[in-house]
């Protein structure tokens, strides 16, 4: 089954950090965009960083731009997300998916993206 896995959520105190993994199975994501998107209870899944299948094709949401970084191991089929200074408004759920079609970063429409993972949980809480 072709689809991505997210690890590496928890519990997490406000102002620390966490680091996401997206792993492929089954596929080689080498040569797609590769979003993170996150959900939190009662409102819609929001995209989050994106990264493209060339260097410096990178996006950021603009309320993590600057505690947030984005990369990728082609090696390993993974893409990471590192989240430094957490606020309690990055709780929710952490998806991953690639860009149907393309190894460019767009725009956030869900319906753009595809092989969505079953997601990883994030609190920041004191």
């Known amino acids: 089954q072709l689809q991505f896995v997210e690890s590496g959520g928890g519990l997490v105190q406000p102002g620390g950090s966490l680091r996401l993994s997206c792993a492929s199975t089954?596929?080689?994501?080498?040569?797609?965009?590769i979003g993170w998107f996150r959900q939190a209870p009662g409102k819609e899944r929001e995209g989050v960083s994106c990264?493209?299948?060339?260097?410096?094709?990178?996006k950021y949401e603009d309320s993590v731009k600057g505690r947030f970084a984005i990369s990728r191991d082609n090696a390993k089929n993974t893409v990471y997300l590192q989240m430094n200074s957490l606020k309690p408004e990055d709780t929710g759920v952490y998806y991953c998916?690639?860009?149907?079609?393309?190894?460019?970063?767009?725009?956030?429409?869900?319906?753009?993206?595809?092989?969505w993972g079953q997601g990883t949980q994030v609190t920041v809480s004191s």
């Open positions: 998916a690639r860009r149907r079609d393309s190894g460019l970063c767009g725009g956030w429409n869900l319906d753009d993206y595809v092989n």
């Open positions: 089954g596929f080689t994501s080498d040569y797609y965009a």
């Open positions: 990264i493209g299948s060339s260097f410096g094709n990178n």
